[in-house]
């Protein structure tokens, strides 16, 4: 066989993207994974830093209303399409009793706070966080203690929180000026249980038993709440995060309703190929634990469902030491908000079992939100956050996507291109989530649909910066902000032509009619 003929077949077998540097993108709406549960939109809000005093409350302050709640910081948590927020913590919740944060502040006792060294004043407790919710619209998730707490404390407080009869904590509600209850749904059995770092570590046996018990007795009291179990935090070598969530689910299988997963990233190393490449590992955490799920519901005839809760995600690398009290206050960049849509990439993929997700945190504290006591700015994460947000309730597709590919280390290759998408049957509206990983290239790509015709124009959101390294501070927080726009594409065969910019996140609206 001639040489020349050997190298055509071997090119006939090659995908277009390895011959051409092209990416395709193929739309099915028929073929769906799931609905984006809005509960993927959630936040955290942890005794922390400025987090809750100085971010979300501040008594006294002229940005505050008549209750000491920020009303910039509420006005900008509303922007951001929170949908779900969790408190009080954390590893602050394994140290944290309740009690403390009842009735009149002005007679509330201040803590030494064990967890980030600092001393808790408790002046924002169970009812003003709930008030909070409240207001904002939002869903309130507890984090019960299950480190240094008991059984009866976690449910002693959803007694006070939800029981409506004359009983001894519904009663103490009552005196503290809240008559009807709160109806809190969501409740965690404890935070990251499984780390040495955590106030009342356990092992996985010793975790599962008080878990167990604190579910059964919590539900005693309401059995409409949902329950988290608390996943594997400890991704560190030669910690045994399978055993510890193969253990949990096992026990607690008929009992809870989510398990937990967090994961916390950083651009350590100065390579924003490398650093943008960690949706990766977040794919193989969910896709494992979504095995063990299924595993633990085997052999049963009418399993609970179980769901993945992504309840701690976000970038935090700069801040990770002592700063003078662990404020935890990290400045994000360019890169850290296009990291933001790798994370929601993946929730989106795997919609049928991450049915709830909680940025951490919400304000100063690894946020997306800045406060002073004169004002705030928005920081870069914020705007890809408030925009993926627009798509909850729509169903994620399960698209076919062909892409140029890179390597990391040993692991196997990964396409430059990291793609979701959304649709919107009321409106017949497909959303492209497409973040381009790739430092230095534009890709090409073909983006075809299968089921219905094309419309040939796009809404174009599209967050690209020429500087990775450039942040916002007070004053000065418009420089990184997406671009929208409205284009025009040539549709032939159902099908157009796209050229995704080199690093940068866009998302396409693109109507398709019947």
């Given at each position: ?8 077949l ?6 277009a993207?390895?011959?051409?540097g092209?990416?395709?993108?193929k ?8 609905q ?5 939109f ?6 922390l830093?400025?987090?809750?005093y100085g971010?979300?409350y ?9 209750d000491?709640?920020r ?8 922007g951001?399409?929170?949908?779900l ?12 009793n309740?009690?403390d ?7 509330r ?7 980030w ?47 409506s ?20 749904k ?5 935070n ?5 770092w ?5 092992n ?5 038993k008080?878990?167990?018990?604190a ?8 059995p ?6 608390s996943?594997s ?12 969530n193969?253990?949990?689910l ?8 989510y398990?937990?997963?967090?994961t ?8 924003l ?10 794919d193989h ?13 085997s ?5 609970n469902?179980i ?16 700063d ?19 994370f929601?990439?993946?929730f989106f ?21 800045f406060?002073?006591?004169?004002g ?9 956050i ?13 698209l ?7 390597k ?6 990964i396409?430059?291109?990291?793609v979701?998408g ?7 509206t ?11 290239q ?16 796009l ?8 500087d990775?390294?450039?942040?916002h ?24 032509s796209y ?12 109507k398709?009619?019947?």
């Amino acid at each position: 066989m001639k040489l020349t003929t050997r190298l055509t077949l071997a090119l006939l077998v090659l995908p277009a993207a390895a011959l051409y540097g092209q990416a395709r993108i193929k739309i099915d709406t028929d073929r769906v994974v799931g609905q984006v549960h809005p509960h993927l939109f959630g936040n955290f809000a942890e005794h922390l830093g400025r987090c809750i005093y100085g971010g979300i409350y501040e008594e006294g302050s002229p940005l505050a209303d008549k209750d000491g709640y920020r009303k910039d910081v509420m006005e900008a948590t509303r922007g951001l399409g929170v949908s779900l927020l969790r408190w009080p913590g954390g590893n602050f919740a394994s140290g944290y009793n309740w009690k403390d944060g009842i009735g009149p502040r002005d007679q509330r006792p201040a803590r030494a706070e064990h967890a980030w060294g600092g001393i808790e004043t408790n002046r924002f407790g169970t009812d003003e966080f709930l008030t909070y919710c409240e207001r904002l619209g939002v869903e309130p998730y507890v984090c019960i203690n299950a480190g240094l707490g008991t059984v009866e404390d976690a449910r002693n407080w959803v007694e006070y929180t939800n029981d409506s009869r004359n009983t001894y904590w519904a009663n103490a509600r009552r005196k503290n000026g809240r008559e009807k209850p709160y109806g809190v749904k969501y409740w965690g059995l404890g935070n990251e249980i499984d780390g040495p770092w955590q106030l009342g570590h356990k092992n996985a046996e010793d975790y599962s038993k008080f878990a167990l018990e604190a579910a059964k007795a919590m539900r005693r009291v309401d059995p409409s709440i949902k329950l988290i179990a608390s996943g594997s935090s400890n991704f560190r070598p030669g910690a045994d995060w399978i055993g510890w969530n193969r253990k949990v689910l096992d026990s607690l299988k008929t009992e809870v309703d989510y398990i937990s997963l967090h994961t916390y990233i950083g651009n350590q190393e100065n390579k924003l190929e490398s650093f943008l490449g960690f949706t990766q590992r977040v794919d193989h955490y969910i896709d494992v634990v979504d095995g063990l799920i299924k595993a633990a519901q085997s052999g049963q005839d009418s399993p609970n469902p179980i769901y993945i809760a992504y309840d701690e995600w976000n970038v935090w690398y700069r801040k990770r030491g002592p700063d003078k009290g662990n404020t935890l206050e990290e400045i994000y960049n360019f890169e850290d908000a296009l990291a933001m849509g790798g994370f929601f990439n993946s929730f989106f993929r795997h919609a049928h079992v991450v049915k709830m997700a909680n940025l951490a945190q919400l304000v100063n504290v690894i946020a997306p939100v800045f406060t002073n006591k004169s004002g705030m700015f928005l920081q870069p994460i914020y705007f890809p956050i408030a925009e993926y947000s627009k798509q909850g309730s729509n169903m994620a597709l399960d698209l076919l996507v062909s892409s140029p590919t890179y390597k990391i280390g040993n692991r196997a290759p990964i396409g430059y291109l990291d793609v979701s998408g959304t649709y919107n049957s009321k409106d017949r509206t497909v959303y492209l989530n497409v973040l381009n990983r790739s430092e230095s290239q534009d890709i090409a790509s073909r983006i075809d649909n299968v089921v219905g015709q094309m419309e040939g124009q796009l809404e174009v959101w599209e967050m690209n910066h020429p500087d990775l390294k450039a942040t916002h501070t007070f004053g000065d927080d418009r420089k990184v902000r997406p671009a929208t726009r409205t284009q025009s594409v040539s549709i032939a065969n159902n099908g157009f032509s796209y050229t995704f910019p080199k690093h940068s996140l866009t998302i396409l609206r693109l109507k398709v009619r019947s």
